[in-house]
């Protein structure tokens, strides 16, 4: 069965890191772009960036950029992304999503279940 | 980053109803637009792709339409299971997505 499973939730004070795991299974680690979104209590999804598996190249949006840091370690099929300076605005859920190339067309079609981050003094 | 603009924000009706929900890109992104189907405490699930492919195991009930700028996504006959939020999302330049559509019970 394809499926991404996530890290626990995490609490963390501001100014504090923050480190996600996100393990694949059922399909070839390498062969798919992961990405990662977020979505703040009770607010829309937000992208944030996506690392290669393959070569560990990645992307990410503007608004993170020098902020987070998007890894993965192949032997154990596990993706990663670690945000710092964390304030109360990133209190949010954070997934991780397998692209699908579909047709020549990217889509999200697998996603992690979620890691509930809060930042809080 | 590509602006995406869904509307309305929120739709109430009942089983039985057709629904279309909008989504207006503020560019021409051709038809790399995606649409996403989210329930409360669960990750979006993937409905549609390249504005009118159906994801597989998604019912035929559901369909997408539009190309450049102008998107919709309309659910032909609503059932009980599709109240939940419904978000589209750009995939021409990096990614974003639009601010969604909750859709509730009349």
């Known amino acids: 069965q394809v499926q991404l499973g996530q890290s626990g939730a995490e609490v963390k004070k501001p100014g504090a890191s923050v480190k996600v795991s996100c393990k694949a299974s059922?399909?070839?680690?390498?062969?798919?772009?992961i990405h990662w979104v977020r979505q703040a209590p009770g607010q829309g999804l937000e992208w944030m960036g996506w690392?290669?598996?393959?070569?560990?190249?990645?992307n990410y949006a503007q608004k993170f950029q020098g902020r987070v840091t998007m890894t993965r370690d192949t032997s154990i099929s596990t993706a990663y992304m670690e945000l710092t300076r964390l304030t109360s605005d990133d209190t949010a859920v954070y997934f991780c999503?397998?692209?699908?190339?579909?047709?020549?067309?990217?889509?999200?079609?697998?996603w992690g279940q979620g890691t509930m981050v809060t930042v809080s003094s | 980053d590509i602006q995406m603009t869904q509307s309305p924000s929120s739709l109430s009706a009942s089983v039985g109803d057709r629904v279309t929900i909008t989504c207006r890109a503020g560019q021409n992104i051709g038809i790399f637009l995606n649409w996403y189907q989210q329930k409360p405490g669960k990750a979006p699930k993937l409905l549609i792709y390249a504005a009118f492919s159906l994801q597989s195991g998604v019912p035929s009930r559901f369909s997408g339409s539009g190309s450049g700028t102008d998107f919709t996504l309309t659910i032909s006959s609503l059932q009980p299971e599709d109240f939940a939020t419904y978000y589209c999302?750009?995939?021409?330049?990096?990614?974003?997505f639009g601010q969604g559509t909750k859709l509730e019970i009349k």
């Open positions: 999503a397998r692209d699908q190339p579909l047709g020549g067309y990217d889509a999200f079609d697998i």
């Open positions: 999302q750009q995939s021409y330049s990096t990614h974003s």
């Open positions: 690392i290669d598996p393959n070569s560990g190249d990645t």
């Open positions: 059922g399909y070839t680690f390498t062969g798919y772009y």
